[in-house]
């Protein structure tokens, strides 16, 4: 008969899950940090040091771990792959450009509707049912994205709002490609995404006459968030997240929402307004009711189309 008990290894590794997926939101949360001290890189010049450290970051990663070239990996994953990387490209551009153009506080709650945006996604494209519950977190969640944007005081811009939003929605295409793929492993599709972001932005730079050649300040900041910031968050969660049901993983993804406004405050006195204030606790609210309610451990098959 098998022990209703959990083991002592079953505890252990849902212990080190826990602090390596927190461990990764800590990560993920200085981003607005990052961008706010860089001096005058603009958008497309942050993305391209930064996708060069991090593509030759996982690169290596990938290699150590499996032997095995990523381009391989990439092939055997096929178009969903492609997908998947041309959509973190949009998100790390909607990212960075929403980070520059409104508060961190307002771009990192509006990043943390990628979860909803998925879901919607997954319903219309791979027919994946949606719960009942997360519907009326999708509806809780538009009624707190609406209060931040009703802010007439400046604080918050419509287009650093609008380009969070897109952000959001790029990780949810990514999420999607990569259930579509019937994969769960991240890292090919994402070092090719790094992949992509250095040619598309590396043409952006040359068409718009922007140097390629930054500060040795914007330049370290951007390679260092390459690196640190993306890949080896990428890991953490990648290690953590296998031993932690979806509910779980929703919750602490809150680290790096609540975590990323914080960091900006203590060092940069950056603060949020009233109203990024309350449209963010119903966000919340939303996001961590859902995840509440959510009991299943693995997302329902795919039904083919």
Not at 150 to 178: E, H, I, P, Q, W
Not at 186 to 207: D, E, H, K, N
Not at 272 to 296: D, E
């Amino acid at each position: 008969m098998t022990s209703l008990v959990p083991s002592s290894f079953d505890t252990d590794a849902h212990k080190y899950g826990v602090l390596l997926v927190f461990a990764a939101g800590v990560l993920w949360s200085t981003v607005g940090l990052g961008i706010r001290l860089i001096d005058d890189a603009t958008v497309w010049q942050i993305l391209l040091y930064r996708s060069i450290s991090m593509s030759l970051f996982l690169y290596v990663l990938i290699w150590v771990r499996s032997s095995e070239s990523p381009f391989v990996q990439i092939r055997h994953i096929g178009a969903p792959a492609v997908i998947a990387g041309l959509s973190l490209v949009a998100a790390y551009s909607g990212g960075i450009y929403g980070i520059q153009n409104t508060s961190v506080a307002n771009a990192m709650l509006l990043f943390a509707t990628a979860p909803f945006m998925a879901a919607v996604l997954g319903w219309i494209v791979l027919r994946e049912p949606v719960r009942s519950a997360t519907w009326v977190a999708i509806a809780v969640a538009i009624g707190g994205i609406g209060i931040m944007a009703a802010d007439k005081s400046g604080s918050v811009a419509l287009k650093g709002s609008l380009a969070a939003l897109g952000s959001a929605f790029g990780f949810a295409v990514f999420t999607v490609a990569l259930r579509w793929g019937r994969t769960g492993e991240m890292l090919p599709a994402v070092f090719l995404s790094g992949i992509f972001a250095i040619i598309i932005t590396w043409t952006i730079c040359l068409v718009l006459g922007l140097s390629v050649v930054l500060s040795p300040n914007d330049g370290g900041i951007a390679m260092g968030m390459g690196v640190f910031q993306v890949g080896a968050g990428l890991i953490l969660y990648t290690l953590g997240s296998r031993s932690l049901p979806a509910a779980e993983l929703a919750l602490l993804s809150l680290a790096e929402v609540l975590l990323g406004p914080l960091w900006v405050w203590l060092f940069l006195g950056e603060t949020a307004s009233q109203y990024t204030l309350i449209g963010g606790a119903v966000l919340l609210t939303a996001i961590t009711g859902n995840a509440l309610s959510g009991k299943r451990r693995k997302p329902p098959p795919i039904t083919a189309p």
